[in-house]
C-alpha cells in the first residue's frame, strides 16, 4: 500500500526565501515604518493623534502601536495610546478590552520587528542608522541591564513606564529564541496596556478628567 509523503517542495522554498531574504524584508518595513514616524514628528501632536483616531478606528491604533514597539514614534507619548484609544473607540467593557488586545499585538510585532533587525544586523549596523535613535553610551546601559536580569527583563521592563521596548536591541543581540521572545514582549505589554486602561477607566469614573 503506497504512502503518500507530503510534498515539502513548496515549504522548503519558502523558507530558502526567508533565509535569503528575511532580513532585506525586515529592513524594508522598518524603513518604511521609520519614514512614516519621522514625518508624524515634524506633522503631527496629539491632535493629530486624535484626528486618525477618530477617522480610522482601530486600523489607526493598530499601526501607531507597530511605530510604538519598533521604537519609532516620534509624535506621541507612548502612555497616551491606549487612554485615547479607549476615549474614542471604547463605549463599553468589552470594546475596552478589544483596545487592548489590539494594543498588544500591534506593539508585539513593531518590537519583533526591531528585535530581528538587531538579531540579523548586530550592534555596529544598528547603530549607524539615523532612525535609531538610542546612542551607544544608552544602549551599554541596557545590555547590562539585560546580562544582569536575563530574559525576565524584557516582559518586565515592557510593562513599566518610560522602559517599554529598553531591552528589546539587547535580546536581539543575545540571539533569544523568536518564539521566546514575542511571548515574554506579549506578556509585558499586555500587563502594561491594561493596568494603563484600568487606570484610565477609573480616574475618568471618578471625574478626574471631567474638566477635559
Do not use: C, H
Not at 504512502?3 to 525586515?26: A, H, I, K
Not at 493629530?48 to 489607526?60: F, I, N, V
Not at 518610560?162 to 518564539?179: I, K, N, S, Y
Not at 493596568?195 to 478628567?209: K, P, R
Amino acid at each position: 500500500m503506497a504512502v503518500d509523503v507530503p510534498d515539502s517542495t513548496s515549504t522548503g522554498r519558502l523558507q530558502q526565501f526567508l533565509e535569503d531574504y528575511g532580513l532585506l524584508l525586515v529592513v524594508g518595513l522598518v524603513a518604511l515604518l521609520a519614514v512614516v514616524g519621522i514625518s508624524l514628528y515634524f506633522v503631527g501632536d496629539r491632535a493629530l493623534l486624535r484626528d486618525l483616531l477618530d477617522r480610522y478606528g482601530y486600523a489607526a491604533l493598530f499601526a501607531i502601536l507597530i511605530l510604538e514597539g519598533a521604537m519609532l514614534l516620534y509624535f506621541a507619548p507612548s502612555e497616551s495610546l491606549v487612554p485615547l484609544g479607549i476615549t474614542f473607540l471604547a463605549e463599553s467593557r468589552v470594546e475596552s478590552v478589544l483596545v487592548i488586545l489590539v494594543a498588544v499585538v500591534g506593539a508585539t510585532i513593531g518590537q519583533y520587528v526591531l528585535f530581528l533587525l538587531a538579531k540579523r544586523g548586530g550592534r555596529e549596523w544598528l547603530l549607524q542608522k539615523p532612525w535609531f535613535r538610542i546612542g551607544e553610551d544608552r544602549l551599554e546601559r541596557f545590555d547590562r541591564a539585560f546580562e544582569r536580569w536575563g530574559r525576565i527583563a524584557i516582559p518586565v521592563s515592557n510593562a513599566l513606564l518610560f522602559t517599554r521596548g529598553m531591552l528589546t536591541v539587547p535580546a536581539g543581540f543575545a540571539e533569544v529564541d523568536d518564539r521566546e521572545f514575542v511571548v515574554l514582549s506579549a506578556i509585558g505589554s499586555l500587563i502594561f496596556q491594561t493596568w494603563l486602561a484600568l487606570a484610565w477607566i477609573y480616574l475618568n469614573e471618578v471625574g478626574l478628567f471631567s474638566f477635559l
